[in-house]
Each structure stands twice: as C-alpha cells, then as structure tokens.
Nanobody, 130 residues
Framework: HVQLVESGGGSVQAAGSLSLPCAAR????????LAWFRQVPGKEREAVAG?????????YVEDSVKGRFSISRGNATNTIVLQMNSLKPEDTAMYYC???????????????????????WGQGTQVTVS
C-alpha cells in the first residue's frame, strides 16, 4: 500500500519561500516518478515539478515556476522536496504530491491531462501567498 505524506504548506507573503516535503511510504519499485502538482478551484490540476526515483534526476520544472521553484531528493528514501522561492499570489493553490511509473515523468510535460492516469496521490497541502 503506497501512502504519500505531504507537509510544509502554509501562508506566506509575496516574495517569501516555502519548502514542501513529500514521502512516498510503501513504494517498493526501484524506478518511478515523484512529482508535485497544484490545483485551484475550478481549474485543472497542473504539473509543477517531477523527479525520477532512483536516478535522482529532475524530470521537469514547469515554465511558470522555472527559476523560482526547484525539486530535489530528501534525506529519506523516496522523499522529495519542492523548494519554492520568490512566491507570487498566483502560486496560491492546493499542492499535491504524486507517484507512479517513470513514464509519468516523461508524459506529463507533453500531455498535461496525463495526470488523470496517475495512481498515487497525497491528500494535498494548501499554499497561500498574499
């Protein structure tokens, strides 16, 4: 049973920073993709950044956050951290951690709706920038 545990959300002023860790507990595959998505009410869920499990390689960082956000491996196994700097009010959203096969990291940047095929999701953590 795979469980994604997210933390680190909260409220911050514009130009501030937040760090969002995500731990994929029970994920036993040697390869895969761990990623962060975000969603605001009334809009589709959108990709933020993804990383390959095992290779510790950043798969993608979406253009809207490139240069401000980065994704890295956490200290524990199958843990990633989304570092968000220079936050803007438009970054306000519910942020979700996701995990699935490695192909997900390749497909999501090309097909935004591919997120619908992802099997494992966290509960979400709210980020509010004012």
């Amino acid at each position: 049973h795979v469980q994604l545990v997210e933390s680190g959300g909260g409220s911050v002023q514009a130009a501030g920073s937040l760090s969002l860790p995500c731990a994929a507990r029970g994920y036993t595959q040697r390869s895969g993709c761990l990623a962060w998505f975000r969603q605001v009410p009334g809009k589709e869920r959108e990709a933020v950044a993804g990383m390959y499990i095992g290779g510790d390689i950043t798969a993608y960082v979406e253009d809207s956050v490139k240069g401000r956000f980065s994704i890295s491996r956490g200290n524990a196994t199958n843990t990633i951290v989304l570092q968000m700097n220079s936050l803007k009010p438009e970054d306000t959203a519910m942020y979700y951690c996701a995990a699935d096969r490695a192909v997900t990291c390749r497909e999501v940047p090309l097909r935004p709706a591919y997120y619908r095929y992802i099997n494992y999701w966290g509960q979400g953590t709210q980020v509010t920038v004012s």
